[in-house]
């Protein structure tokens, strides 16, 4: 499903943010990426995201290496993956609704179809009774939820978060972690970049450890 295979990433001021780093995450996996403050867990988040290109070896996504995609076909690749931001990243100037819809109505969904996706994945996050509200209206971890529905709206194969409960409570990280569980147990292989040890610890599933840019632990399946 995904594969890093010596993965090297340099950016221009000579940092290294990557060194010789390789693993897999099968289909229906759910990994823990983790490792200190700028261990590269984002930069590895935003190579799958095609946001960024490697500087040496080969990414490859359900069967794809990434170097033969084209900046004109990314946005049709990432229809695939739903992306979870620490910071929520919603229009508060919209409802819950509109932001849950926007990555439909970008891809030209239908207007019946968006309403029944979005009511679908606002149900399983606990949000259908608050559609019209207001993000500003909502609770840190409820915005967060939105924030998850808006990312499996469109039924990806492949879920990424990036440290999706830093700014929760541990009953509220909890959770959004068990949220991503229940969307792992119907076929949705997660991602998930975390500093949280004491909590994914517990969760008992793989956890990938980088260190300074290196692959230290997790990278066999």
């Known amino acids: 499903m995904i594969s890093f295979e010596r993965i090297s990433k340099r950016y221009g001021e000579g940092h290294d943010a990557l060194r010789e780093v390789s693993f897999k995450i099968e289909k229906d996996e759910l990994v823990f990426l983790t490792g200190h403050s700028g261990a590269g867990k984002s930069t590895i988040l935003r190579l799958i995201m095609l946001m960024e290109r490697p500087t040496r070896g080969e990414v490859v996504v359900n069967g794809r290496p990434l170097r033969k995609i084209g900046p004109r076909a990314i946005p049709h690749y ?11 990243q919603l229009l508060f100037d919209r409802t819950v609704f509109d932001n849950v819809a926007l990555p439909l109505i970008i891809c030209g969904y239908d207007h019946r179809e968006v309403g029944r996706r979005v009511r679908a994945a606002l149900d399983k996050v606990g949000l259908l009774s608050r559609e019209r ?3 500003i209206a909502l609770s840190g971890g409820q915005q ?18 990036d440290e999706p409960t830093g700014n929760l409570d541990p009953a509220l990280s909890a959770e959004i972690m068990h949220l991503f569980e229940a969307f792992n147990q119907v076929g949705v292989t997660v991602l998930i970049a975390s500093h949280d040890l004491a909590l994914i610890s517990r969760l008992h599933h793989r956890i990938i450890t980088l260190k300074q840019g290196k692959l230290i632990a997790g990278g066999a399946h």
Do not use: W
């Not at 967060?144 to 978060?161: D, H, N, S, W, Y």
């Open 78 to 88: 990432r229809r695939d993956i739903g992306v979870v931001f620490q910071n929520h």
């Open 133 to 135: 509200a207001m993000p």
């Open 144 to 161: 967060q939820r939105v924030g998850i529905a808006r990312a499996i709206v469109a039924k990806p194969t492949i879920l990424l978060a």
